[in-house]
């Protein structure tokens, strides 16, 4: 390959023989961060090959790390130690690749035989990798646009050092890839929240699911895809992914919507469709999707990925065989059923589904008053309430925040809560032809992390309460708990819960065994 790059070691002058690319390269070369991004996301380096190769190095030498050019000297080093000068390994494939596949791409066996070569020393080098099932794809794709394997282990070692957790590129322990496995469950909540709930009602796994949703990427997706995603990945870091995953989920929707009833395996027909995503859309398509979502910061992605991070150890989770899947089996209710509840838990956010839903307050048991309504749940964040009215409509609310801090002033009612409060309305079990316009009305259709005081979330005194507030509330419950109303509201985005007045049949809040605090920008 060296001989086609022009670079050290080249028989051939490249200038001379692709002077176009060799211009669009001078170009690269005399371009700042922002311009390199504009290009990465446009394909500017995408032909030839030896134009990318070239840009690829240029980025990696650019990313600041503590990864430098002895990177070489070192991969030839732990070669000769580990391998000997036959070159041969019998060494296993490295604990932190997960399941041992290679993604071959446009790999021959002996580019494979080069993988896994570079991976066994990348796990000699960095022993405190456990966890990376990506890092089989990132050699495999770089191998292709590298002068040899000691300049492809350089790059790798310059992404797995880079230590800025704001533009992050590669993890290291399951830990930290669960929790961004959880912080995109969260962003799939807010802009997918579909394909969500027709996982949660088929009783499959999401945990699964969305544990696969970086693979979808980096292992799933055809070649020519991959490195285009490749090219503004190593611009622009993981939140890249997010953004493309995200868009393939989309397509997903659309394509799985007309044939829910016939897929068994949702996380395998995932798989299936990202490998053949040539049907449904272009790259290009793709990429203009991805960069069409208006997601949160980084700053508040990582405030986000902290909290998910945090629920895990509390939650006593480290590597993939600690995790349980919650079980509702037990699970009873007088509003919902076991599998509308199932759905509900799946939509709130990931750092508290990973707990079970404690009950605090029943009419059924504690009587019809908002005094021991807020005796029981004050104390208590998040909550999810459940209301069965006497025409047997069913609606709720998820509260992101801890009813004792209602206040009243002489100015009215003090509102409190966060965007990650959302409203809802009884779960459409049958779930062909679902769309986002669906009567599930969440706040996840508007941002998550929204830190705006005019939002209205959550109100009440000893005579009344309100969830939501803006221009109608969403539920109006009355001091004795008997009758209620529901309004639009222009904080949900939500028509009326249920029909405009009505009688309580039942009223629920359930809890969630946790002690976790609330990242600051969150409670704001």
Not at 302 to 327: E, G, R, V
Not at 486 to 492: G, I, L, R, V, W
Request: glycine content about 6%; hydrophobic content about 40%.
């Amino acid at each position: 390959f060296n001989i086609l790059t022009g670079n050290k070691g080249s028989l051939k002058d490249w200038e001379k023989i692709d002077p176009e690319a060799a211009t669009r390269y001078g170009k690269i070369l005399s371009s700042d961060h922002y311009e390199l991004k504009a290009m990465g996301r446009t394909g500017f380096w995408s032909m030839p090959h030896t134009l990318r190769a070239k840009a690829y190095q240029h980025i990696i030498h650019s990313i600041e790390s503590t990864s430098t050019t002895a990177d070489l000297d070192t991969y030839h080093g732990i070669v000769r130690k580990l391998f000997g000068e036959l070159q041969t390994s019998t060494h296993p494939f490295p604990k932190f690749m997960e399941d041992g596949e290679i993604p071959r791409y446009c790999l021959n066996k002996a580019g494979l035989n080069s993988v896994k070569k570079i991976l066994i020393c990348i796990n000699h080098h960095f022993p405190d990798v456990s966890f990376c099932p990506i890092l089989s794809a990132l050699v495999s794709l770089l191998l292709h646009f590298s002068e040899d394997e000691a300049q492809c282990f350089h790059s790798i070692c310059s992404l797995v050092s880079y230590t800025d957790p704001k533009k992050h590129y590669i993890d290291r322990t399951f830990l930290t890839s669960r929790a961004l496995c959880m912080t995109f469950g969260d962003l799939a909540n807010k802009y997918c929240r579909g394909i969500r709930k027709l996982i949660a009602s088929s009783h499959q796994n999401l945990f699964e699911f969305y544990s696969d949703w970086i693979m979808w990427i980096f292992a799933d997706l055809p070649f020519t895809y991959a490195i285009r995603v490749l090219d503004v990945y190593l611009m622009e870091g993981y939140k890249v992914l997010y953004r493309v995953a995200l868009a393939l989920l989309s397509f997903y929707k659309v394509c799985v919507s007309s044939r829910v009833a016939h897929v068994d395996d949702f996380r395998q027909d995932m798989k299936s469709f990202v490998q053949n995503v040539g049907r449904h859309s272009t790259i290009d398509a793709l990429l203009q999707r991805a960069f069409s979502i208006q997601l949160p910061t980084r700053k508040e992605l990582t405030y986000l990925f902290n909290a998910n991070k945090d629920a895990l150890i509390h939650k006593d989770i480290h590597n993939k065989s600690s995790y349980q899947a919650m079980d509702f089996r037990a699970f009873r209710s007088s509003v919902v059923t076991e599998t509308e509840m199932r759905v509900i838990w799946a939509w709130i956010p990931e750092r508290f589904a990973l707990f079970s839903p404690v009950q605090l307050f029943s009419t059924n048991i504690h009587g019809r008053s908002l005094f021991s309504f807020y005796s029981k749940v004050e104390g208590h964040d998040p909550t999810v309430l459940l209301l069965k009215t006497e025409d047997e409509e069913i609606c709720g609310a998820f509260l992101s925040s801890d009813w004792a801090q209602k206040n009243c002033d002489e100015k009215g009612f003090k509102f409190f809560g966060t965007g990650e409060c959302f409203v809802f309305t009884r779960p459409v079990l049958q779930i062909s032809g679902m769309s986002d316009k669906s009567s599930q009305n969440q706040r996840y259709e508007s941002a998550s992390f929204c830190t705006l005081s005019t939002f209205k979330f959550m109100a009440g005194n000893d005579e009344t309460l309100f969830i939501g507030g803006d221009d109608g509330h969403a539920l109006h419950l009355q001091a004795d708990l008997t009758a209620g109303s529901s309004e639009h509201c222009d904080t949900f985005e939500s028509p009326p819960l249920c029909k405009g007045c009505f009688k309580i049949q039942s009223l629920e809040v359930w809890g969630i065994q946790h002690s976790l605090s609330v990242p600051p920008l969150l409670s704001q």
